[in-house]
């Protein structure tokens, strides 16, 4: 009995020490931009950025993947320092005030008005396996669309999809990737709305 009663305490003991490894965070971080060649209309007017509109798996943390055509999942160990769309709102703001292609960029958390106002639609910011899990690309595919503020009047829209494969089939390599595809895409976004602008 006493045997028993010490193998059961050691093995409670050891269940409740066992540590699991921390997890890591990533951040959705793009590099700084450099000033746009913008047409001189914009550069008098105001313009406020929407929060992006994204699918509810980039409205968390978890990082979700695909493996294949149908199966999702995700990291255990790895997660989203902040929610996607934030992020990546934020990224937008952060590339028109560095392109200073208008006087103003304010967020969508600003009480100010503006004449123009540019929405984002991110359908698509993942990372996808292979169905051996031996290799992955991400895929990007956000949509612009820009407005009158006061009339509510579509002035142009862009979508933009791309995809890249990854250095390393793991969070990390995903991470990189889709860095890499957001600022290409936010340099793309920048020379079609100071085009966009009137």
């Keep these: 009995?006493?045997?028993?009663?010490?193998?059961?305490?050691?093995?409670?003991?050891?269940?409740?020490?066992?540590?699991?490894?921390?997890?890591?965070?990533?951040?959705?971080?793009?590099?700084?931009?450099?000033?746009?060649?913008?047409a001189m209309s914009c550069k008098k007017s105001s313009l406020k950025v929407s929060q992006a509109f994204v699918r509810s798996s980039l409205m968390s943390k978890r990082m979700k993947y695909v493996v294949g055509d149908y199966q999702e999942g995700a990291f255990h160990q790895s997660e989203?320092?902040?929610?996607?769309?934030?992020?990546?709102?934020?990224?937008?703001?952060?590339?028109?005030?560095?392109?200073?292609?208008?006087?103003?960029?304010?967020?969508?958390r600003?009480?100010?008005?503006?004449?123009?106002?540019?929405?984002?639609s991110v359908?698509?910011?993942?990372?996808?396996?292979?169905?051996?899990?031996?290799?992955?690309?991400?895929?990007?595919?956000?949509?612009?669309?820009l407005l009158e503020s006061t009339t509510g009047k579509v002035l142009s829209s862009k979508r933009i999809r791309k995809q890249m494969p990854t250095k390393s089939a793991d969070a990390q390599g995903g991470v990189t990737a889709l860095n890499t595809l957001l600022q290409e895409s936010l340099r793309e976004m920048q020379k079609w709305i100071a085009k966009s602008c009137k």
């Design 1 to 38: 009995m006493k045997t028993l009663l010490s193998a059961f305490v050691l093995l409670f003991i050891t269940a409740c020490s066992t540590t699991y490894p921390a997890v890591t965070q990533y951040r959705i971080e793009t590099k700084d931009f450099k000033n746009s060649s913008a």
């Design 80 to 108: 989203w320092a902040e929610d996607p769309n934030k992020a990546i709102t934020d990224a937008i703001v952060k590339s028109l005030r560095d392109a200073k292609i208008f006087q103003t960029v304010t967020s969508y």
């Design 110 to 120: 600003s009480l100010s008005n503006a004449q123009y106002t540019l929405e984002s």
């Design 123 to 145: 359908a698509e910011f993942t990372q996808h396996f292979s169905k051996d899990e031996k290799s992955s690309f991400v895929k990007l595919d956000i949509t612009f669309t």
